[in-house]
């Protein structure tokens, strides 16, 4: 499937190839629903797994999931790569599945203070107001010390400035109850859209997803983004804080012979609709400076008009599938399509793209010395692995067989704002308040002989069900014995006490020294 260091995408006149060296100067793989890109992303996918590098890719419908199973040999797929001059050798790759909401893979988390305000407002669609406060809430939360890892710490540090709004602003600019109030709701929004199952601990750690098997073969991380794909916002956002992530944690390499790392960013055109200004300039920079991380990023999407300009230079590896022109807009998709190639004077690229049939796409990946090739019109190579979603029991076992089994599943809640700022209100973290303690035995003599008189402070029954009735326990005989001896010796304490108190005050009224 592939040449030393190469990656065999598809076969024109000759062998299309994806020249690892040259892969983590990013790709792009567009087309209309339906034509293929799919396939061609789980070709990549296979192609980079099999040497050595590790993959992230989001699964939309879950048709990537296939790859963790080894391919049947269908007809189609055998004369495909007849066609190609290979031989179809079905295989399977290694393969552990993520879920932000914990049902078809291992959970998948981030705390409040690594997201930060700037995707948090987005997340949350906060308003250039709103998202103000949102920084004050970090920057209070940092200088007092208090961790923000969920949504309650989140929460609990809005409260805490809405209810000293007055004394802050004059620290950190207007700060009002009705903003705080609206950003409250917006979590809330979040919250009854599993939003909150996503922040905590423990966090995601990237290098988890940067593994390979015991064969070399570089692992593929698939995340379950069917059920996510509700809450596009999210999607995109927890996408972004991935690659961020990756781009902040991982030291520079330069050039490296193949990556350490390819993400896969399917329906990239929701990370751009409505992003601000700020957001778009922060992508265009992880894109632009990630490739020397040794992490290769390709977005996959309908046509290159949803990835801005500023972005789509930077994708250096191109598969166009079919786009369809019904529509002016259409239209000028397919022209922008055309012109975004190399141009080669054997093709016409504008019309070869709405001619392209299924398993078909020009294609145009960069040279040896990092120029982009001319475009050409391939049949796209077959994937070895299972095409079309796994089972249930496959899923399963790969999750029950995964090497990062028992480390996310269970959500620790360990002090945080949250707490922290409900005992300086003392109150529990439940809200209720916190009793004073009425135990001990540090009370002093008085206290002592208190208990004396008073018999002592009985054991209680314990309550372990129930139809337990508690209560205190009966005193043994040792124990009746010892209290009525001090409550002898209490009276007897207490008379010849009074008895002083009273001479005391007797000789004062009489004048007696």
Known sequence: MADDGAILIGKSGKPENLLLKLANRHGLVTGATGTGKTVTLQVMAEGFARNGVPVFAADIKGDLSGIVAPGDSKPAFVNRAKELGLTYEPDQFTTVFWDVFGEQGHPVRATISEMGPLLLARLLDLNDTQEGVLNIA????????LLLLDLKDLRAIL?????????????YGNVTSATVGTIQRSLLVLENQKGD??????????????KTDRDGRGIVNIL?????????????????WLLSELFEQLPEVGDLDKPKLVFFFDEAHLLFNGAPKALLTAVEQVVRLIRSKGVGVY???QNPLDIPDTVLAQLGNRVQHALRAFTPRDQKAVRAAAETFRQNPKINTEEAISQLAVGEALISMLEGKGSPE???????APPMAQVGPCTAQQRQQAIN???????YDTMVDRESAYEILMARKNLNPDGSPVEASTGGTGGGILDTIGG??????????????????????????????????????????GRQVGTAILRGILGSMSGKR
């Open 159 to 171: 409260t805490f400035i809405a209810e000293n709004a007055q004394d802050l602003t004059t620290k």
């Open 224 to 240: 379950a983004a069917d059920k996510l794909m509700n809450n596009p916002r999210l999607y995109a956002t927890f996408l972004l």
């Open 138 to 145: 970090f920057r209070i939360a940092d200088e007092q010390k």
């Open 374 to 380: 001319m475009v050409e019109r391939a049949l796209i």
């Open 401 to 407: 067989t995964s090497p990062e089994k028992g480390k």
């Open 452 to 493: 004396w008189l008073g018999g002592g402070a009985q054991q209680q029954r314990p309550k372990t069900g129930p139809g337990s009735r508690g209560g205190p326990l009966p005193q043994s005989m040792t124990e009746k014995i010892i209290t009525s001896a001090a409550r002898s010796a209490a009276t007897s304490i």
């Open 197 to 210: 199952l996503f922040f905590g601990e423990p966090a995601l750690d990237i290098n988890d997803l940067m």
């Open 299 to 301: 977005f996959v999407t």
